[in-house]
Antibody, heavy 121, light 109 residues
């Protein structure tokens, strides 16, 4: 079964760092881009960026460039989303998803279960 | 942040047909494929439609998609109670970013 399993919920204080994970299984991990999506409480879905595990090529949405770091360790089929200094406004649920298809056909066909991050003093 | 516009809500009684629109521009929907995602309460989003009108395996055929110009549409034919969810259109923009719609909450009356 193709699946993405994300790390568990986190509660952090402002200014703390955090790295959440997304582990793929059931398919050749290096061959598919992994995207990250944010959903703030009561809001819609926001595209954060993507990474290609085969060569670590990374693209960020302008809204998230410099705010987060997307990385990958292909040896353990895991992608990561990292913050150096969390803000209260980072409180949200974060999803990873596998991108399938070619060119402008790429769509997110497999999703992780989501990781809820709460940032509060 | 959303550049794709959807109606905030839609509703219908069981068995009815519901249509959700997604308005974009020449830099996204007008030039690239549209996808649709369903988010049931408390669950991860699920791919419903890709390449404008293709259904992944396992998605009921009461869900259908189409595209015309810079707009896309999702139709739910034969609405069921389990279809009550948030629906998002999405697609690639020429800026190389993936963009989501504003989301539509479907209520089954």
């Amino acid at each position: 079964e193709v699946q993405l399993v994300q790390s568990g919920a986190e509660v952090k204080k402002p200014g703390e760092s955090l790295k959440i994970s997304c582990k793929g299984s059931g398919y050749r991990f290096v061959n598919h881009w992994i995207g990250w999506v944010r959903q703030m409480p009561g809001k819609g879905l926001d595209w954060m960026g993507r990474i290609y595990p085969g060569d670590s090529d990374t693209e960020y949405s302008p809204s998230f460039e410099g705010q987060v770091t997307i990385s990958v360790d292909e040896s353990v089929s895991t992608a990561y989303l990292q913050w150096d200094s969390l803000k209260a406004s980072d409180t949200a649920t974060y999803f990873c998803a596998r991108l399938n298809g070619g060119g402008s056909d790429k769509h997110m066909d497999v999703w992780g279960q989501g990781t809820t991050v709460t940032v509060s003093s | 942040q959303s550049v794709l516009t959807q109606p905030p809500s839609a509703s219908g009684t069981p068995g009815q047909r519901v249509t959700i629109s997604c308005s974009g521009s020449s830099s996204n929907i007008g030039r690239n494929y549209a996808s649709w995602y369903q988010r049931l309460p408390g669950t991860a989003p699920k791919l419903l439609i890709y390449n404008n009108d293709q259904r992944p395996s396992g998605v009921p055929d009461r869900f259908s998609g189409s595209k015309s110009g810079t707009s896309a549409s999702l139709v739910i034919s034969g609405l069921r109670s389990e279809d009550e969810a948030d629906y998002y259109c999405a697609g690639w923009d020429d800026s190389l970013n993936y963009v989501f719609g504003t989301g539509t909450k479907v209520t089954v009356l």
